[in-house]
Protein backbone atom coordinates (compact mmCIF):
# COMPACT_ATOMS: atom_id res chain seq x y z
CA UNK A 1 0.00 0.00 0.00
CA UNK A 2 1.42 3.43 -0.96
CA UNK A 3 0.04 6.59 1.18
CA UNK A 4 1.13 10.48 -0.70
CA UNK A 5 0.71 13.59 0.38
CA UNK A 6 -1.16 15.77 -2.08
CA UNK A 7 -0.58 19.25 -2.13
CA UNK A 8 -3.86 20.07 -3.88
CA UNK A 9 -7.63 20.09 -1.81
CA UNK A 10 -9.90 17.28 -1.59
CA UNK A 11 -12.25 18.03 -4.55
CA UNK A 12 -9.22 18.09 -6.89
CA UNK A 13 -7.75 14.87 -6.21
CA UNK A 14 -8.95 11.89 -8.53
CA UNK A 15 -9.48 8.86 -6.48
CA UNK A 16 -12.17 5.30 -6.54
CA UNK A 17 -13.53 6.42 -2.85
CA UNK A 18 -13.22 9.56 -0.56
CA UNK A 19 -13.01 8.97 2.88
CA UNK A 20 -14.91 10.94 5.47
CA UNK A 21 -14.05 11.06 8.89
CA UNK A 22 -17.46 12.27 10.76
CA UNK A 23 -15.71 13.61 14.03
CA UNK A 24 -17.83 13.23 17.25
CA UNK A 25 -21.41 13.18 15.65
CA UNK A 26 -20.77 16.87 13.49
CA UNK A 27 -23.02 16.21 10.62
CA UNK A 28 -22.23 19.93 9.20
CA UNK A 29 -18.38 19.42 8.82
CA UNK A 30 -17.23 21.22 5.56
CA UNK A 31 -16.20 17.67 3.73
CA UNK A 32 -19.82 15.76 4.39
CA UNK A 33 -21.98 16.31 1.25
CA UNK A 34 -24.62 13.19 1.82
CA UNK A 35 -26.19 14.33 5.33
CA UNK A 36 -29.72 13.89 3.22
CA UNK A 37 -28.65 10.05 2.86
CA UNK A 38 -27.54 9.61 6.80
CA UNK A 39 -31.34 9.70 7.52
CA UNK A 40 -32.34 7.17 4.51
CA UNK A 41 -29.21 4.90 6.69
CA UNK A 42 -29.91 5.83 10.14
CA UNK A 43 -26.60 6.75 9.83
CA UNK A 44 -25.99 9.09 13.10
CA UNK A 45 -22.35 9.86 13.16
CA UNK A 46 -21.35 6.93 14.63
CA UNK A 47 -20.14 3.94 12.98
CA UNK A 48 -19.50 3.58 8.80
CA UNK A 49 -21.82 4.44 6.26
CA UNK A 50 -20.27 3.61 2.49
CA UNK A 51 -22.46 4.80 -0.15
CA UNK A 52 -21.27 3.22 -3.32
CA UNK A 53 -23.07 5.03 -5.44
CA UNK A 54 -21.35 8.70 -4.10
CA UNK A 55 -18.32 6.79 -3.86
CA UNK A 56 -17.92 8.17 -0.03
CA UNK A 57 -17.26 6.24 2.91
CA UNK A 58 -18.26 7.99 6.16
CA UNK A 59 -16.48 6.94 9.77
CA UNK A 60 -17.82 7.97 12.86
CA UNK A 61 -14.55 8.47 15.28
CA UNK A 62 -15.22 10.24 18.65
CA UNK A 63 -12.45 13.07 18.21
CA UNK A 64 -9.02 13.38 16.21
CA UNK A 65 -6.57 12.21 19.11
CA UNK A 66 -3.94 10.28 17.35
CA UNK A 67 -5.35 6.48 18.57
CA UNK A 68 -8.45 7.39 17.40
CA UNK A 69 -7.74 8.73 13.67
CA UNK A 70 -5.65 4.97 13.82
CA UNK A 71 -8.32 3.26 14.73
CA UNK A 72 -10.75 5.01 12.23
CA UNK A 73 -8.32 4.32 9.28
CA UNK A 74 -8.53 1.34 10.08
CA UNK A 75 -12.44 1.05 10.33
CA UNK A 76 -12.39 2.08 6.63
CA UNK A 77 -9.86 -0.19 5.51
CA UNK A 78 -12.07 -3.08 6.98
CA UNK A 79 -15.00 -1.48 5.27
CA UNK A 80 -13.55 -1.19 1.79
CA UNK A 81 -11.18 -4.04 1.77
CA UNK A 82 -13.74 -6.81 -0.15
CA UNK A 83 -14.22 -4.07 -2.51
CA UNK A 84 -12.95 -3.35 -5.98
CA UNK A 85 -10.96 -0.19 -4.51
CA UNK A 86 -7.54 0.62 -5.27
CA UNK A 87 -7.18 4.20 -4.57
CA UNK A 88 -8.44 6.03 -1.67
CA UNK A 89 -8.71 9.94 -0.85
CA UNK A 90 -9.00 11.89 2.66
CA UNK A 91 -8.01 14.87 4.08
CA UNK A 92 -5.79 15.72 6.88
CA UNK A 93 -7.74 15.45 10.62
CA UNK A 94 -4.69 16.84 12.51
CA UNK A 95 -4.71 17.38 16.12
CA UNK A 96 -1.99 19.34 17.89
CA UNK A 97 0.51 18.30 15.32
CA UNK A 98 0.79 17.17 11.49
CA UNK A 99 3.29 14.83 11.87
CA UNK A 100 1.49 12.73 14.47
CA UNK A 101 -1.91 12.58 13.15
CA UNK A 102 -1.03 11.59 9.12
CA UNK A 103 1.67 9.00 10.99
CA UNK A 104 -1.63 7.95 12.53
CA UNK A 105 -3.49 7.23 9.58
CA UNK A 106 -0.87 5.55 7.93
CA UNK A 107 -0.46 3.16 10.50
CA UNK A 108 -3.79 2.50 10.42
CA UNK A 109 -4.12 1.69 7.25
CA UNK A 110 -1.18 -0.68 7.46
CA UNK A 111 -1.72 -2.30 10.95
CA UNK A 112 -5.63 -3.33 9.57
CA UNK A 113 -4.24 -4.51 6.25
CA UNK A 114 -1.88 -7.28 7.95
CA UNK A 115 -3.27 -10.69 7.50
CA UNK A 116 -1.48 -14.42 7.94
CA UNK A 117 -3.00 -16.51 5.78
CA UNK A 118 -0.05 -18.62 4.94
CA UNK A 119 -1.43 -21.88 5.75
CA UNK A 120 -4.99 -21.35 3.86
CA UNK A 121 -5.35 -22.61 0.30
CA UNK A 122 -7.98 -20.09 -0.05
CA UNK A 123 -5.89 -16.14 0.24
CA UNK A 124 -8.31 -13.14 -0.53
CA UNK A 125 -5.60 -10.23 -1.19
CA UNK A 126 -7.56 -6.14 -0.80
CA UNK A 127 -6.97 -4.47 -4.35
CA UNK A 128 -6.82 -1.20 -2.44
CA UNK A 129 -3.00 0.00 -3.58
CA UNK A 130 -2.99 3.40 -2.58
CA UNK A 131 -4.14 6.31 -0.04
CA UNK A 132 -3.93 9.90 -1.20
CA UNK A 133 -3.92 12.46 1.65
CA UNK A 134 -4.77 15.91 1.06
CA UNK A 135 -3.01 18.74 2.26
CA UNK A 136 -5.93 21.42 2.47
CA UNK A 137 -6.14 21.54 6.03
CA UNK A 138 -2.84 22.82 6.19
CA UNK A 139 -3.25 26.18 4.34
CA UNK A 140 -0.35 26.28 2.72
CA UNK A 141 1.49 25.89 5.72
CA UNK A 142 4.68 24.26 4.67
CA UNK A 143 6.26 23.32 7.93
CA UNK A 144 3.37 21.24 8.39
CA UNK A 145 3.06 20.39 4.87
CA UNK A 146 6.91 18.92 5.85
CA UNK A 147 6.20 17.86 9.17
CA UNK A 148 2.73 15.44 7.64
CA UNK A 149 5.37 13.91 4.97
CA UNK A 150 7.86 12.63 7.72
CA UNK A 151 4.75 11.29 9.41
CA UNK A 152 3.75 9.58 6.90
CA UNK A 153 7.52 8.06 6.40
CA UNK A 154 7.63 7.37 10.03
CA UNK A 155 4.08 5.59 10.19
CA UNK A 156 5.34 3.23 7.14
CA UNK A 157 8.23 2.25 9.14
CA UNK A 158 6.74 1.53 12.66
CA UNK A 159 4.12 -0.30 11.51
CA UNK A 160 5.54 -2.34 8.78
CA UNK A 161 7.87 -3.27 11.90
CA UNK A 162 4.77 -4.32 14.07
CA UNK A 163 3.44 -6.34 10.98
CA UNK A 164 7.40 -7.93 10.65
CA UNK A 165 7.15 -9.08 14.27
CA UNK A 166 3.70 -10.29 14.04
CA UNK A 167 4.54 -12.81 11.14
CA UNK A 168 7.45 -14.16 13.42
CA UNK A 169 4.81 -14.59 16.53
CA UNK A 170 1.91 -16.17 13.84
CA UNK A 171 4.89 -18.84 12.80
CA UNK A 172 4.10 -22.22 13.72
CA UNK A 173 6.77 -23.62 16.13
CA UNK A 174 7.13 -26.54 14.11
CA UNK A 175 8.70 -24.05 11.76
CA UNK A 176 10.12 -21.42 14.28
CA UNK A 177 12.81 -23.04 16.09
CA UNK A 178 15.79 -21.20 17.65
CA UNK A 179 17.35 -21.59 14.50
CA UNK A 180 14.82 -20.21 12.36
CA UNK A 181 15.58 -17.13 14.75
CA UNK A 182 18.99 -17.28 13.79
CA UNK A 183 18.43 -17.15 10.33
CA UNK A 184 15.92 -14.57 10.53
CA UNK A 185 18.36 -12.15 13.12
CA UNK A 186 21.05 -12.84 9.97
CA UNK A 187 19.28 -12.12 7.37
CA UNK A 188 17.93 -8.77 8.99
CA UNK A 189 21.52 -8.19 9.29
CA UNK A 190 22.54 -8.89 5.68
CA UNK A 191 19.30 -6.71 4.53
CA UNK A 192 20.26 -3.58 6.20
CA UNK A 193 24.07 -2.65 6.28
CA UNK A 194 23.76 -0.62 9.96
CA UNK A 195 22.67 -3.93 11.57
CA UNK A 196 25.05 -6.17 12.66
CA UNK A 197 24.47 -9.58 14.33
CA UNK A 198 26.49 -12.17 16.36
CA UNK A 199 24.40 -15.82 17.25
CA UNK A 200 26.15 -17.81 20.15
CA UNK A 201 25.65 -21.63 20.37
CA UNK A 202 25.16 -23.62 23.26
CA UNK A 203 28.97 -23.98 23.82
CA UNK A 204 29.58 -20.00 24.25
CA UNK A 205 26.31 -20.49 26.75
CA UNK A 206 28.47 -22.79 29.14
CA UNK A 207 31.41 -20.61 28.83
CA UNK A 208 29.54 -18.12 29.75
CA UNK A 209 27.88 -20.23 32.62
CA UNK A 210 24.57 -19.23 31.64
CA UNK A 211 23.23 -22.34 33.86
CA UNK A 212 19.72 -21.30 33.94
CA UNK A 213 19.16 -20.34 30.02
CA UNK A 214 20.62 -23.80 29.45
CA UNK A 215 18.59 -25.81 31.91
CA UNK A 216 15.48 -24.49 30.03
CA UNK A 217 16.98 -25.70 26.43
CA UNK A 218 17.82 -29.32 28.38
CA UNK A 219 14.91 -31.38 26.60
CA UNK A 220 14.52 -29.61 23.61
CA UNK A 221 15.91 -31.60 20.61
CA UNK A 222 16.58 -27.66 18.57
CA UNK A 223 19.77 -26.02 20.42
CA UNK A 224 19.98 -22.64 22.26
CA UNK A 225 20.62 -19.39 20.76
CA UNK A 226 21.67 -16.28 22.26
CA UNK A 227 21.43 -13.68 19.66
CA UNK A 228 23.11 -10.41 19.09
CA UNK A 229 21.84 -7.37 17.33
CA UNK A 230 23.60 -4.13 17.00
CA UNK A 231 22.82 -0.72 15.93
CA UNK A 232 25.63 2.07 15.93
CA UNK A 233 25.35 5.09 14.34
CA UNK A 234 28.10 7.90 14.79
CA UNK A 235 27.08 10.52 17.12
CA UNK A 236 24.58 8.46 19.14
CA UNK A 237 22.93 10.33 22.05
CA UNK A 238 22.28 7.18 24.31
CA UNK A 239 22.83 3.52 24.28
CA UNK A 240 19.72 1.53 24.66
CA UNK A 241 19.82 -2.55 25.46
CA UNK A 242 16.36 -4.28 25.08
CA UNK A 243 16.30 -7.85 25.79
CA UNK A 244 13.53 -10.34 24.30
CA UNK A 245 12.52 -13.36 25.37
CA UNK A 246 12.15 -16.02 22.54
CA UNK A 247 10.76 -18.80 23.51
CA UNK A 248 9.90 -20.77 20.42
CA UNK A 249 7.04 -23.02 22.48
CA UNK A 250 6.67 -23.30 26.07
CA UNK A 251 5.30 -26.96 27.08
CA UNK A 252 5.66 -25.93 30.32
CA UNK A 253 8.26 -28.82 30.97
CA UNK A 254 7.90 -31.19 34.35
CA UNK A 255 5.48 -28.75 35.35
CA UNK A 256 3.60 -29.54 32.51
CA UNK A 257 0.82 -27.23 31.43
CA UNK A 258 -2.13 -28.40 30.64
CA UNK A 259 -3.73 -28.76 27.39
CA UNK A 260 -5.79 -25.81 26.35
CA UNK A 261 -3.06 -23.68 28.18
CA UNK A 262 -0.61 -25.15 25.44
CA UNK A 263 -2.60 -23.61 22.48
CA UNK A 264 -1.22 -20.61 21.47
CA UNK A 265 2.35 -20.69 23.59
CA UNK A 266 3.86 -20.06 19.71
CA UNK A 267 3.64 -16.53 20.83
CA UNK A 268 6.14 -17.45 24.15
CA UNK A 269 8.53 -15.56 21.63
CA UNK A 270 6.83 -12.35 21.70
CA UNK A 271 9.15 -10.40 23.28
CA UNK A 272 11.81 -11.38 20.90
CA UNK A 273 9.98 -10.69 17.74
CA UNK A 274 9.28 -7.32 19.56
CA UNK A 275 13.54 -6.60 19.69
CA UNK A 276 13.78 -7.91 16.48
CA UNK A 277 11.41 -5.62 14.97
CA UNK A 278 12.42 -2.34 17.13
CA UNK A 279 16.26 -2.52 16.09
CA UNK A 280 14.69 -2.93 12.30
CA UNK A 281 12.77 -0.06 12.47
CA UNK A 282 15.09 1.88 14.64
CA UNK A 283 17.28 1.39 11.26
CA UNK A 284 14.97 2.63 9.04
CA UNK A 285 14.38 5.88 11.11
CA UNK A 286 17.87 6.69 11.20
CA UNK A 287 17.73 7.41 15.13
CA UNK A 288 21.02 8.51 16.93
CA UNK A 289 20.78 5.96 19.65
CA UNK A 290 23.13 3.09 19.73
CA UNK A 291 20.59 0.37 19.79
CA UNK A 292 21.38 -3.24 21.02
CA UNK A 293 18.24 -6.13 21.02
CA UNK A 294 19.44 -9.32 23.02
CA UNK A 295 17.23 -12.42 22.60
CA UNK A 296 17.01 -15.75 24.44
CA UNK A 297 16.07 -18.21 22.10
CA UNK A 298 14.93 -22.01 23.00
CA UNK A 299 12.35 -24.32 23.89
CA UNK A 300 11.05 -25.65 27.03
CA UNK A 301 10.07 -29.17 26.47
CA UNK A 302 10.04 -32.53 28.72
CA UNK A 303 12.04 -35.58 28.62
CA UNK A 304 14.56 -37.60 30.46
CA UNK A 305 16.77 -35.20 30.56
CA UNK A 306 14.54 -32.17 31.48
CA UNK A 307 15.57 -29.75 34.62
CA UNK A 308 13.16 -30.59 37.49
CA UNK A 309 11.66 -28.37 40.19
CA UNK A 310 14.05 -29.27 43.46
CA UNK A 311 17.24 -28.31 41.09
CA UNK A 312 19.19 -25.48 41.87
CA UNK A 313 20.98 -23.72 38.77
CA UNK A 314 24.02 -21.11 39.14
CA UNK A 315 23.00 -18.27 36.95
CA UNK A 316 25.77 -16.14 34.65
CA UNK A 317 25.65 -13.30 37.62
CA UNK A 318 26.71 -15.88 40.14
CA UNK A 319 22.75 -15.80 41.98
CA UNK A 320 21.42 -19.70 42.66
CA UNK A 321 18.30 -20.39 42.22
CA UNK A 322 15.50 -22.82 43.10
CA UNK A 323 13.46 -24.19 40.73
CA UNK A 324 10.08 -24.55 42.29
CA UNK A 325 8.39 -24.45 39.09
CA UNK A 326 9.58 -25.76 35.59
CA UNK A 327 7.38 -23.40 34.20
CA UNK A 328 8.44 -20.22 35.57
CA UNK A 329 11.00 -20.83 32.52
CA UNK A 330 10.95 -17.47 30.76
CA UNK A 331 12.49 -15.28 33.85
CA UNK A 332 15.28 -17.76 34.27
CA UNK A 333 16.46 -17.45 30.07
CA UNK A 334 16.20 -13.72 30.74
CA UNK A 335 17.92 -13.68 33.88
CA UNK A 336 21.09 -15.04 31.84
CA UNK A 337 20.17 -12.54 29.34
CA UNK A 338 20.24 -9.00 31.74
CA UNK A 339 23.31 -10.47 32.65
CA UNK A 340 25.13 -10.33 29.51
CA UNK A 341 22.85 -7.06 28.31
CA UNK A 342 24.56 -5.40 31.31
CA UNK A 343 28.25 -5.85 30.21
CA UNK A 344 27.05 -3.84 27.74
CA UNK A 345 26.73 -0.70 29.52
CA UNK A 346 23.72 0.73 28.86
CA UNK A 347 21.83 3.65 29.98
CA UNK A 348 18.49 2.60 29.28
CA UNK A 349 17.86 -1.54 29.85
CA UNK A 350 14.57 -2.82 28.90
CA UNK A 351 13.16 -6.35 28.66
CA UNK A 352 10.12 -7.70 27.12
CA UNK A 353 8.52 -10.35 27.79
CA UNK A 354 5.28 -12.32 27.79
CA UNK A 355 6.11 -13.41 31.51
CA UNK A 356 2.73 -13.92 33.24
CA UNK A 357 -0.40 -15.37 33.41
CA UNK A 358 -0.62 -13.16 36.22
CA UNK A 359 -0.28 -9.86 34.60
CA UNK A 360 -3.24 -10.88 32.00
CA UNK A 361 -5.29 -11.27 35.24
CA UNK A 362 -4.61 -8.18 36.80
CA UNK A 363 -4.44 -6.14 33.56
CA UNK A 364 -6.88 -7.64 31.05
CA UNK A 365 -5.75 -8.93 27.83
CA UNK A 366 -4.75 -5.70 25.88
CA UNK A 367 -2.85 -4.05 28.49
CA UNK A 368 0.88 -4.18 28.97
CA UNK A 369 2.67 -3.77 32.94
CA UNK A 370 5.70 -1.40 33.45
CA UNK A 371 7.59 -2.22 36.07
CA UNK A 372 10.93 -0.98 37.67
CA UNK A 373 12.78 0.73 40.58
CA UNK A 374 12.57 4.13 38.75
CA UNK A 375 9.04 6.29 39.03
CA UNK A 376 10.94 8.64 36.91
CA UNK A 377 11.70 5.96 34.25
CA UNK A 378 8.61 4.83 33.88
CA UNK A 379 6.41 7.59 33.75
CA UNK A 380 8.71 8.97 31.17
CA UNK A 381 8.73 5.68 28.99
CA UNK A 382 4.28 5.80 29.77
CA UNK A 383 4.34 9.67 28.84
CA UNK A 384 6.38 9.14 25.68
CA UNK A 385 4.68 6.19 24.82
CA UNK A 386 1.27 7.14 24.58
CA UNK A 387 1.15 8.18 21.08
CA UNK A 388 1.15 4.76 20.11
CA UNK A 389 -1.85 3.83 21.14
CA UNK A 390 -0.74 0.70 23.25
CA UNK A 391 -1.99 0.29 26.54
CA UNK A 392 0.51 -0.11 29.64
CA UNK A 393 0.03 0.52 33.18
CA UNK A 394 2.95 0.60 35.77
CA UNK A 395 2.43 -2.29 38.45
CA UNK A 396 4.52 -1.23 41.68
CA UNK A 397 7.21 -3.65 43.77
CA UNK A 398 7.07 -3.29 47.19
CA UNK A 399 8.81 -5.36 50.00
CA UNK A 400 6.42 -7.65 50.96
CA UNK A 401 5.92 -9.11 47.44
CA UNK A 402 9.76 -9.35 47.51
CA UNK A 403 9.44 -11.63 50.76
CA UNK A 404 7.59 -14.29 48.66
CA UNK A 405 10.52 -15.09 46.47
CA UNK A 406 12.77 -16.11 48.81
CA UNK A 407 14.31 -19.57 48.89
CA UNK A 408 16.06 -21.61 51.93
CA UNK A 409 18.36 -23.14 49.77
CA UNK A 410 19.20 -21.02 47.42
CA UNK A 411 19.42 -17.09 46.66
CA UNK A 412 16.12 -17.16 45.14
CA UNK A 413 13.15 -18.90 44.04
CA UNK A 414 12.20 -18.82 40.48
CA UNK A 415 7.98 -18.92 41.62
CA UNK A 416 6.96 -17.41 44.23
CA UNK A 417 5.56 -19.28 47.93
CA UNK A 418 1.92 -17.19 46.86
CA UNK A 419 0.23 -17.26 44.12
CA UNK A 420 -1.31 -13.73 44.48
CA UNK A 421 0.76 -10.81 43.12
CA UNK A 422 2.47 -13.14 40.44
CA UNK A 423 3.77 -10.66 37.48
CA UNK A 424 5.51 -8.12 40.32
CA UNK A 425 7.11 -11.62 41.77
CA UNK A 426 8.21 -12.18 38.61
CA UNK A 427 9.35 -8.84 37.85
CA UNK A 428 11.02 -8.74 41.56
CA UNK A 429 13.00 -12.03 40.46
CA UNK A 430 14.40 -10.25 37.41
CA UNK A 431 15.65 -7.14 39.78
CA UNK A 432 17.80 -10.06 41.67
CA UNK A 433 20.29 -9.92 38.12
CA UNK A 434 20.04 -6.35 37.84
CA UNK A 435 23.68 -4.52 39.04
CA UNK A 436 22.95 -1.99 41.80
CA UNK A 437 24.42 0.48 38.87
CA UNK A 438 22.02 -0.54 36.66
CA UNK A 439 18.63 -0.48 38.75
CA UNK A 440 17.27 2.81 37.73
CA UNK A 441 18.22 2.35 34.29
CA UNK A 442 15.86 -0.77 33.74
CA UNK A 443 12.20 -1.28 32.91
CA UNK A 444 10.63 -4.69 32.28
CA UNK A 445 7.60 -4.61 30.37
CA UNK A 446 5.13 -7.82 30.75
CA UNK A 447 3.72 -8.16 27.40
CA UNK A 448 1.58 -11.27 28.24
CA UNK A 449 -1.77 -9.78 27.73
CA UNK A 450 -1.88 -8.38 24.40
CA UNK A 451 1.06 -10.54 22.55
CA UNK A 452 -1.55 -12.66 21.38
CA UNK A 453 -5.14 -12.55 21.40
CA UNK A 454 -7.49 -14.71 19.94
CA UNK A 455 -10.13 -12.41 18.76
CA UNK A 456 -9.65 -9.06 16.24
CA UNK A 457 -9.71 -5.62 18.80
CA UNK A 458 -8.90 -1.90 17.77
CA UNK A 459 -6.70 -2.14 14.63
CA UNK A 460 -5.58 -5.88 15.34
CA UNK A 461 -6.47 -9.05 13.88
CA UNK A 462 -6.91 -12.08 15.97
CA UNK A 463 -2.92 -13.65 16.82
CA UNK A 464 -0.43 -11.65 16.95
CA UNK A 465 -0.35 -7.63 17.27
CA UNK A 466 3.21 -6.75 17.23
CA UNK A 467 3.14 -5.78 21.52
CA UNK A 468 5.47 -3.55 22.72
CA UNK A 469 7.03 -2.21 19.18
CA UNK A 470 5.74 0.75 18.72
CA UNK A 471 5.34 1.72 21.96
CA UNK A 472 9.43 1.15 22.37
CA UNK A 473 9.46 3.16 19.14
CA UNK A 474 7.42 6.32 20.13
CA UNK A 475 10.41 5.94 23.19
CA UNK A 476 12.79 6.32 21.27
CA UNK A 477 11.71 8.56 18.56
CA UNK A 478 11.31 11.26 21.54
CA UNK A 479 14.63 10.62 22.77
CA UNK A 480 16.83 10.24 19.78
CA UNK A 481 16.70 12.05 16.49
CA UNK A 482 13.36 13.39 15.94
CA UNK A 483 12.30 12.50 12.67
Same mark, same amino acid.
Given at each position: ?19 ? %? ?146 ? @? ?5 ? *? ?21 ? @? *? ?11 ? %? ?34 ? *?? &? ?30 ? &? ?34 ? @? ?19 ? %? ?117 ? *? ?24
Amino acid at each position: MKFELIERPLKEIGADVELI %FVVNKDLEHKFIKDKCEFEFYGFKGEGVLFLQSQKRLYVGIANTEVDTIRQGAAKAYNALKDYEVSSLKVASYITKCAKFSTQALVEGFILASYKFDKYKKEKKQSKLESVLISSESFDENTLEIEKAKIGITNGQIMANATNFAKDI @VNEIPEV *YTPLKFEQDALELAKSDKNIKCK @V *YDEKFLQKESMNA %FLAVNRASVHPPRLIHLSYTPKDAKKRIVFVGKGLT *YD &SGGLSLKPADYMLTMKADKSGGAAVMAIIKAA &SELGLKLEIHSIIGATENMIGGNAYKPDDVLISRAG @VSIEVRNTDAEGRLVLADCLS %FAQDLKPDILIDLATLTGACVVGLGEYTTGVMGNSSELKESFRHKSKLSGELNSELEFNDYLKELIKSQIADVSNAASSRYGGAITAGLFLDKFIKDEYKDSWLHLDIAGPAYVEKPWG *YNQAGASGAGVRACLYFLNSIGKDK
